[in-house]
């Protein structure tokens, strides 16, 4: 059960309870996510190093905007924002980084793959916020859905060849 601060903002308790678990669980997906990015950011080699190597700390760039985001809503509505570095490890639906991958399409595969599973669960969050009447939510989701699939079609493109 989520523990609620008071707030003028009308959405029932229960709503508001369902919602702030949700996007506190999508915080924790996204900080494993920014750490993978990260890692490929860091650990790619190939002879575009330099376009992947901006490419993805562009990727994760945004996806820390939109996992503030995210964590700010969870307070707006009253709940505490985000989860620890234990919990993020214990609770990611994220595969685990490979250490060992460093050529740069199988590094970008991986990205691919992991960018793909989180823009779909945030599809999913659009219709079940949607349900639960909270537009706000709602909204924000979509707003995040955009950049991730965004993002994904710029991995995408480098596997086109």
């Known amino acids: 059960m989520v523990q609620l601060h008071s707030t003028t903002i009308n959405l029932s308790p229960t709503v508001r309870e369902n919602v702030t678990a949700l996007l506190n669980q999508r915080v924790g997906l996204f900080t494993d996510l920014f750490v993978q990015t990260k890692l490929a950011h860091w650990n790619v080699r190939g002879r575009h190093f330099i376009a992947y190597h901006e490419l993805f700390d562009s990727i994760a760039s945004h996806i820390l905007n939109a996992q503030d985001m995210l964590a700010e809503r969870a307070a707006t509505l009253g709940g505490s924002a985000g989860m620890t570095v234990q ?47 909270d537009a706000d939510t709602t909204d924000l989701f979509t ?18 060849v």
């Open 87 to 133: 919990d993020v490890g214990q609770k990611s639906t994220l595969p685990v980084w490979s250490m060992t991958v460093r050529q740069d399409t199988h590094v970008i595969r991986l990205l691919q793959e992991r960018l793909g599973h989180v823009a779909n669960e945030i599809r999913h969050d659009i219709d079940t916020t949607a349900q639960w009447g």
């Open 143 to 160: 707003e995040v859905s955009r950049q991730l699939d965004k993002d994904l079609w710029f991995l995408e493109a480098h596997l086109d």
